[in-house]
């Protein structure tokens, strides 16, 4: 399960849920980072009791759209690209979860799990009473007079409270009330209650647990050469801008591992071999790197240095899986879809964000290659490659800041494929124009008022994955064989995860 959640317990009277009522699922707090979490003196539990009666005489402030969770830690993303009279139950509860990431600063593989976890369950509680997919996990029928669109709430609600170890409180009080009272609406809120567990039940032991993701665990061996990984901080700092302190170990080496959502397993789309480091191709993207992306770099452009920072999607933010959640929001609400269809489709682009998490962290830990800032400043004269461009420049450092994990291949990258191919999927075509402004304009001041425009989905996933060279994180092939892992998972997903049922 998530970062420091206890384990589900189905049958736990406290998660029963009435009309007026919110679940009580939580006694553990999710910690900031990704090490392990402090136990708290008052249980969550305890403090959610508390509120229950100042919860109840919340006043409701518009229609469905208005998250009171924003009243208190900041502003909504669907406000942001929502037109008039386009909210709805599925916009609003991603919506939620995307602010969840954000105050909480959830870290991307992270937030990628907590989307496809929530979304999952919800499209299945209300699957399972409308009963208009097949899937694979199970859940069996709901009552047939139950309201599909509580139980979705419900059941994100619950999924999401043990995925951030929040209790999603005034989300989900603020949406029951937007349903009057009824026999239908009671049967939705324990059919959503009962599918969430059951989904949650699923996921418990999936390796998505802080004791399993954030350790090696001995499941993937160091390379031993040159090209092996190791930090590269403590140095950077942007300014403005975010900076770092020193990186203390890896991130996540365990979370290829993960149960999968659509995929077989974690290593299912797991890409081919790096390059050779003596190779004349490894020269030709060493030189490129440090040339066009550098901190001082006198090759990349205005408009390359502006992408960037426009995908940078850091951990104070909606991240890049947050992002391209935001980016299919933006794109289906004017695609016609009913409730039910929309609730697959947002299913369907976080199940597949989630397994393009577990897909790119796998290749990251099995191939083990360091980032181009560990190559060009201190490791350059061990590659033994003959072309005199290999060299090293002690100065040099990455226009944006290098993560601390593997470089091969890029999750951005594989975000970003698996997403724009499964718009296109639900689209029925790729060549849709769009244009977009970061959805955190508050990570770098630069972006404040840009517009980014693109011809294509495939353009938008393209551009995305380019920006890590510009920002000077990653190789060359570390995109192109994301982008190529992103776009198989999400058409393997699409054929095979939620078929029509004649």
């Keep these: 399960m998530p970062i420091g959640a206890v384990t589900p317990k189905p049958m736990e009277a406290s998660l ?67 037109g008039p009279g ?14 969840q990431i954000r105050d909480q600063r959830v870290l991307a593989p992270r937030a990628a799990y907590n989307l496809g976890l929530a979304t999952a369950a919800a499209f299945l509680a209300a699957n399972g009473i409308v009963k208009a997919y097949g899937e694979p996990f199970g859940i069996g029928n709901g009552p047939q007079d139950a309201d599909p669109e509580v139980a979705y709430g419900v059941a994100f609600s619950l999924a999401a409270a043990e995925a951030f170890q929040q209790p999603f409180l005034f989300e989900r009080t603020a949406f029951l009330k937007r349903f009057p009272g009824s026999e239908a609406k009671s049967l939705g809120v324990e059919w959503g209650r009962r599918a969430a567990m059951i989904v949650l039940g699923q996921r418990t032991d999936d390796g998505s647990e802080p004791s399993e993701v954030n350790y090696y665990l001995g499941r993937y061996e160091r390379r031993g050469d040159t090209l092996q990984w190791s930090p590269t901080a403590p140095f950077y700092g942007a300014s403005p801008g975010p900076s770092f302190a020193s990186f203390e170990r890896c991130l996540y080496p365990g979370h290829g591992m993960i149960t999968p959502w659509t995929m077989k397993t974690g290593s299912q789309f797991r890409v081919s071999g790096f390059h050779d480091p003596r190779s004349p191709e490894f020269a030709e993207e060493f030189d490129m790197i440090r ?20 995908w940078e999607d850091g951990p104070w933010g909606v991240t890049n899986p947050g992002h391209f959640m935001y980016i299919a929001m933006q794109l289906l609400q004017d695609r016609g879809l009913d409730f039910l269809d929309l609730a697959r489709a947002m299913a369907l682009v976080g199940m597949t964000q989630c397994d393009a998490s577990i897909s790119a962290w796998d290749s990251k830990y099995h191939y083990d290659v360091l980032r181009p800032e560990t190559a060009i400043r201190a490791r350059a004269p061990e590659f033994d490659n003959p072309d005199d461009r290999v060299s090293v420049d002690a100065g040099w ?89 992103g776009r198989a998972i999400a058409r393997h997903a699409f054929r095979s995860t939620f078929p029509k049922r004649s």
């Design 16 to 82: 029963i849920l009435t009309e007026s009522s919110a679940p009580t699922s939580l006694d553990r707090q999710q910690g900031s980072t990704h090490q392990s979490c402090a136990e708290t003196p008052l249980s969550r539990r305890q403090f959610v009791r508390s509120l229950a009666t100042a919860v109840a005489a919340v006043p409701l402030a518009g229609g469905i759209g208005a998250s009171v969770v924003s009243q208190a830690h900041g502003s909504s993303y669907a406000s942001q690209i929502l």
């Design 86 to 99: 386009k909210q709805n139950a599925v916009f609003y509860w991603v919506d939620a979860a995307l602010q």
């Design 291 to 310: 040339r066009l992306g550098g901190n001082d770099s006198k090759t990349r452009t205005a408009d390359q240095s502006e992408v960037a920072l426009f």
């Design 397 to 485: 450092r990455s226009y944006i800041p290098t993560p601390e994990f593997p470089s091969y291949t890029s999750g951005h990258s594989t975000f970003g494929g698996a997403a724009a191919e499964m718009i296109a999927l639900i689209h029925g075509r790729d060549d849709i124009a769009f244009s977009g402004r970061s959805p955190d304009q508050v990570l770098w001041p630069q972006l404040q008022g840009v517009t980014r425009h693109w011809t294509s989905l495939s353009h938008m996933a393209e551009e995305n994955g380019m920006s890590r060279l510009y920002g000077g994180v990653h190789w060359a092939i570390d995109n192109v064989q994301g982008l190529a892992a």
